[in-house]
Structure formats: structure tokens, C-alpha cells
């Protein structure tokens, strides 16, 4: 069998791998709740607060994936004190649910969430997206009022590119909603990760067309930490 052939075959395997493991976290979140499938991964935050507890006023990170697999966060971040509190395939709901483990009990100057491509891929709309995050941004600053909150925009992706018009209509919401709001902001990568027929450039991407490659990771702080920094020398 030619090379190339052999190529396109183990590509459409791990996609079908890929595809039904996301379905059947599904069904876990369906049928155990949302706490129990995160569970594990949350006691481990946890476990790790209680080791080395992180000083107040830090930066939260958090969100689906994209956050978890930031395994440079800190020192892409530095001189910023930042945690990283990204969980699996999270959905914005999610993240609220969990707010009061993972988010709260550090008193964050500020909370940077990634999150949104999920819960689209699993049958919400753009619409709804953006309620969860309104939920959200009403749940930090109910028992944070002073924490500045920032949405990084849902990144193009190879693997959803059917998507697309979704993520952009869900990122347009937001980004108007935020508009609205005091100590909101909406932070722009999904821009700079396209190419010039608006298609996610590959190099940004993993093997998976999914997730950010280091140079994603590199283009994606190169946007996300000045304005940090902005915010923190205004503070």
C-alpha cells in the first residue's frame, strides 16, 4: 500500500478514536453529572493547594483543554503569577460549577477563561454560549467584585473546521456582551492563528488540528500577556 495511503488511513483511525472518546465523555457528563466526571482531576487541584498554596491576588487560568495542555503557562506568563486550572474538555457551565474550588479560593486579581468550543460541540448554541458566560461572569464578581475577567476568543481548528461560523458567532457575542460590562474584557487570538482565506493555519495546531502547537502557544502569549500587563500596571 503506498505510503501516503497508509498516511490518510492512521489519520482517519485517531480521528475516529478522537471523535468517540469526546462522545463518551459526553455521556459520562450525561449520566454521572458534571461533578462526578471531573472529579478526580479536581481533588488534584486540590491536593496540590494544600501543598503549595498559591498566594492571593494570583492570575486564574481556566477552561477546556487548551489551558490544561499550557504546560509553559508560567513561564510564558512570567513575571506574572499565574495558576494553571484548565480542565479536560470543560464547558463554561462546568468551570462555574467548579468556581468555588478552583477559582475563588485563590482571590484572583484576574481570571482568564478559554472555553466555549465545547460546549458548541455538544449541542449548544452560540446563543446559549454566551449565557454561560454571562453566568459565569455574575458568579466571579458576586463573591469577586474587584476581579478583572478575560474571554480568550475560541480559537480556529482544523479538526471542526465545519464549525467555524459557530465559534465566530459566538465569539461576536461575547465580545459585544463584554462591551457592556465593568471589568470584562474580550481578548482577540483567533485572528492572528488564521491564514489569509481565514482557514486555521496549520503550523499553529497539534497532530490533532485541534489543540495549539507550541508556536500556537508562543503567537497566543504574544496577545494575551501585554494585555495583562497592561491591566496589572494600571491596577
Known amino acids: 500500500m503506498p505510503r501516503s495511503k497508509t498516511k490518510i488511513i492512521v489519520f482517519m483511525v485517531m480521528l475516529a478514536v478522537l471523535l468517540s472518546l469526546g462522545f463518551g465523555v459526553y455521556s459520562n457528563l450525561k449520566g454521572m453529572g458534571r461533578a462526578g466526571y471531573w472529579e478526580s482531576e479536581i481533588r488534584r487541584y486540590e491536593e496540590s493547594d494544600r501543598a503549595a498554596p498559591p498566594e492571593p491576588g494570583v492570575i486564574v487560568f481556566t477552561g477546556s483543554s487548551s489551558i490544561r495542555l499550557w504546560r509553559t503557562l ?38 482568564v477563561l478559554y472555553a466555549g468550543i465545547d460546549d458548541l460541540l455538544f449541542g449548544r448554541s452560540p446563543e446559549e454560549v454566551l449565557h454561560e458566560f454571562q453566568d459565569f461572569v455574575a458568579l466571579i464578581h458576586a463573591a469577586l467584585p474587584e476581579t478583572q475577567i478575560y474571554f480568550v476568543s475560541i480559537k480556529p481548528t482544523r479538526l471542526f473546521a465545519s464549525r467555524w461560523t459557530e465559534m465566530k458567532r459566538a465569539n461576536g457575542l461575547i465580545e459585544e456582551f463584554v462591551r457592556t460590562q465593568a471589568r470584562v474584557q474580550y481578548i482577540d487570538v483567533s485572528a492572528a492563528l488564521l491564514d489569509a482565506k481565514g482557514n486555521a493555519r496549520p503550523e499553529f495546531l497539534r497532530w490533532d488540528g485541534l489543540h495549539p502547537s507550541r508556536k500556537g502557544y508562543e503567537v497566543m502569549t504574544s496577545i494575551i500577556k501585554p494585555v495583562l500587563m497592561r491591566f496589572l500596571n494600571n491596577d
Open 74 to 111: 508560567a513561564q510564558d506568563m512570567a513575571p506574572l503569577t499565574v495558576v494553571n486550572r484548565g480542565f479536560g474538555g470543560a464547558q463554561i457551565d462546568q468551570v462555574s460549577h467548579f468556581a468555588s474550588r478552583i477559582i475563588l479560593p485563590y482571590r484572583p486579581r484576574a481570571v
